[in-house]
């Protein structure tokens, strides 16, 4: 499932690209009008919080073992417990955003330990280390929403997703 559901959006593939501070963007930019509803694409725990940088976030714990982390939210929906589909919030600009999007980043709580940039930990109070983020562009598909996320195993898709 796609965190915009079926709504019309547009893609900014800008995994690892720099951003000020010295860190490197870490997730998948997906623009679309304000309001569009955001959805939790896995059953978990959505919780609230405010960034500077991501303005009103959610960190989103998954029933998947995975965590997600949703930004520049204009909204929150639901929170707390919540299923696949619900609406945790509503597309924005808030934070440092530069135009209406959704940062969505993908977090593999198995994953290697990173160090988190010097800015994020002083200004957003990040933990020194975190969770590797893998881009979940690897793993969305917008055409084929029954299509497997990239796991061992399974073979990667011949085609990178586009919108429909």
Sequence with gaps: MCP???AAVGFG???GAPRSGGRRHQGVDMIGPRGTPILAI???FAVSGERELGGHTIHFVGSDGNNYFYGHLDEYGLLGEVLAGDIIGYMGDTGNADGCHLHYELIRMDG???TVARQRVKEDGYPRQVRERIDPLRVLSLRDKDAARLVP???RPKAPPRLK
């Design 13 to 15: 593939d800008t995994w």
């Design 153 to 155: 195993g399974i073979e």
């Design 112 to 114: 290697a330990w990173m």
């Design 42 to 44: 896995v059953d978990g």
């Design 4 to 6: 915009t559901g079926d």
